[in-house]
């Protein structure tokens, strides 16, 4: 390394060291997505820095607490499969490694935030999904469209997720098995007291491995190495301005034919830790001061054949950032300046780090408590790729207890990762001429609630985008070579049409949605001989959660879920063959259960109908699995 980079990473340590200092010298009331209230108008708490631009991010798909209780998922990559616009592939069991991308993009686009902090896997998108929270920690997972000025990285736009803050006391302890030596234990904490609110969760998983129905000779072979194990730590408090989070995962997992046909035994060990810090202080003539330090690191063992080293990886995230805002009658009008640092020592890829430093204003105005106009700019340095510009502007209108509808325009970018320049394995090969993506897109949101007491509640949304993307990084067979090659196509654009209609109306008719998401790229996938960019063309969700007999203090009901998905592109099979069309696919979950003040019994299976398909290359998907889940409730729900 050398010694501008060693300097780099010194200021980087400061910055880090004094924004942590400044949580313990100041008080304040905690600011709540961007301070901007509306009646009659949920508002997302998104702790992050810079949230004046929250027309440029939209919240448009969320998923909350109740629903998450209903449904048969142990995890967050199982739970984001109901969501629109969302393509969620797993090498396996969800349990083992999935990658999730977002409106048409990779899984290298999306931006993952837990409680508004970036936890984005910097080597590569693949683990970006490795949280160390239990799904019964989480309030709700927000889906947003757009881009802040100072979130690179969301190309495509970002999943935040939340977790609980509770009033009062709660404490959880849930037991599943299932077939295939299924077991995941896990205790869940949440402590109240006046302006003091701690989050913990506690999570073992393991696995034999897992059932696909009409497997040939090698795939038999390959289903034999999906075993997997993991453990999960997490502890959170809150107390007024200050959040500080804590997490920690253990991971090991056999991936069959995971990254490549020719190898069935494949495996895979990652070990991943973080910890955040967060403050935010205002007063009461129109002045908020946010500061947020957050670390990330991984390490990662790959093995092409188990039990012999392949390739290991360690990758360190570290960033921070500054942000002021001041309200008057002419707006609110915030700065922030961010920096990140990106390192990383693999030996397949070398020694490499990377500085960002960002700068960006932010400025709305609200009329008369209904038209709001926004609109933001930012300038970022790379120490690698230089001077980049991102930002974006929209106008939203609110109607009192109705609706919102809102258009908003935006200019995102993302960086390669360290796989896209460096990897050099099997037929993959990285490339240091890479450009970052670049994208503008053009969107139009819109929301209506009806609300009866009587007649339950009606939600509906809706969301339009057209995306013109450049330099956007795929993975291209070369016939000259026979290889995959990381390389920019000059443009890719997407347009997409999202729609969700859902009705909730009391115990005996919790909930039924429907969800639709279409999307299609400009890029002809064959001729381009892409390997990244096989999207789901077509996904619709309907859920339905209805009692079966409702009593004073108790429940009997069941869950039902219906996905059907059409997926463009081809994928090579285990044999090696090139060509094969992924079929469109129907899959059905379910669940039925009891719930008591203090106990919750369900019975549940995912892909009921034992379908046989493919949705990650050649990798034969899960059959029917089946699993009893155990919830006590300590103190009551």
Not at 55 to 66: D, G, M, V, Y
Not at 203 to 208: A, F
Request: charge should be neutral; glycine fraction near 8%; include cysteine.
């Amino acid at each position: 390394m050398n010694k501008g980079m060693k300097s780099y990473r010194i200021v980087v340590s400061i910055l880090f060291s004094w924004l942590i200092a400044t949580t313990t010298s100041a008080q304040s009331d905690t600011l709540r997505a961007g301070d901007f209230r509306l009646p009659e108008v949920e508002v997302v708490d998104f702790y992050y820095p810079s949230q004046a631009d929250s027309i440029s991010l939209r919240l448009t798909a969320q998923i909350h607490r109740e629903e998450i209780a209903a449904l048969p998922v142990t995890t967050i990559s199982d739970l984001l499969c109901y969501l629109p616009g969302l393509d969620v592939r797993s090498r396996g069991t969800s349990s083992a490694q999935t990658d999730v991308s977002l409106y048409g993009g990779t899984f290298d686009q999306v931006l993952v935030l837990l409680n508004g902090v970036p936890v984005s896997d910097v080597q590569t998108g693949h683990y970006s999904l490795n949280l160390p929270i239990s799904t019964k920690l989480i309030e709700r997972i927000e889906i947003l469209q757009g881009t802040s000025a100072h979130l690179t990285g969301a190309l495509c736009g970002a999943i935040n997720i939340v977790t609980v803050n509770p009033n009062n006391d709660l404490y959880t302890m849930a037991m599943a098995a299932g077939t295939n030596g299924d077991i995941n234990p896990a205790f869940i904490g949440s402590w109240a007291r006046k302006d003091v609110h701690i989050n913990t969760s506690a999570e073992y998983g393991r696995s034999e491995g897992y059932y696909a129905p009409g497997a040939n000779d090698k795939e038999r072979l390959a289903l034999q190495n999906t075993d997997y194990q993991l453990a999960n730590l997490y502890f959170q408090t809150r107390w007024r301005g200050l959040d500080v989070q804590v997490g920690a995962q253990y991971k090991d997992a056999g991936l069959g034919t995971g990254y490549g046909y020719a190898s069935v035994d494949q495996f895979d060990a990652t070990r991943t830790m973080f910890v955040s810090a967060r403050y935010a202080w205002s007063d009461d003539h129109g002045w908020h001061i946010d500061a947020q330090a957050s670390y990330r690191g991984n390490y990662d063992r790959y093995e092409w054949h188990r039990g012999t080293a392949t390739n290991r990886h360690w990758t360190h995230n570290t960033q921070a950032a500054l942000q002021a805002q001041y309200s008057s009658v002419a707006g609110k009008t915030s700065v922030c300046a961010a920096v990140k640092d990106e390192y990383i020592n693999s030996t397949n890829m070398g020694i490499h780090n990377r500085l960002q430093a960002s700068l960006s204003a932010d400025h709305e105005y609200v009329w008369n408590q209904r038209l709001k106009v926004s609109f933001n700019i930012a300038g970022h340095y790379n120490t690698w790729f230089g001077w980049y510009g991102s930002g974006g502007a929209g106008i939203g209108y609110f109607f009192p207890r109705k609706g919102s509808v809102s258009l908003t325009a935006t200019r995102s970018l993302r960086m390669p990762t360290w796989t896209d320049l460096y990897y050099k394995a099997g037929v993959q090969r990285g490339s240091t001429d890479l450009k970052a993506e670049k994208a503008w897109q053009l969107a139009l949101n819109g929301t209506y609630t009806w609300m009866e007491s009587d007649y339950g509640r009606l939600t509906m949304s809706g969301n339009i985008y057209y995306r013109w993307g450049q330099d956007i990084i795929d993975w291209t067979y070369n016939e000259t070579d026979s290889l995959f090659h990381a390389t920019n196509h000059n443009n890719v654009n997407t347009f997409g049409v999202e729609a969700t209609v859902a009705y909730h109306l009391n115990d005996w008719l919790r909930n039924v949605s429907i969800r639709y998401a279409y999307t299609n790229l400009s890029l002809d996938l064959t001729k381009a001989k892409s390997n990244y960019l096989d999207h789901l063309r077509h996904k619709v969700v309907l859920n339905i959660d209805h009692g079966i007999y409702v009593w004073s203090n108790g429940r009997f009901g069941a869950d039902w879920s219906l996905r059907w998905q059409s997926r463009a592109g081809t994928y090579v099979d285990i044999y090696g063959v090139p060509g094969n069309a992924y079929k469109p696919v129907l899959l059905m979950d379910g669940s039925m259960y009891v719930e008591l003040p203090y106990l919750r019994i369900a019975a549940e299976c995912t892909n009921m109908t034992n379908r046989h398909y493919y949705d990650f290359g050649g990798i034969l998907m899960p059959g029917a699995h089946g699993r009893v889940r155990i919830t006590a409730y300590l103190n009551g729900k």
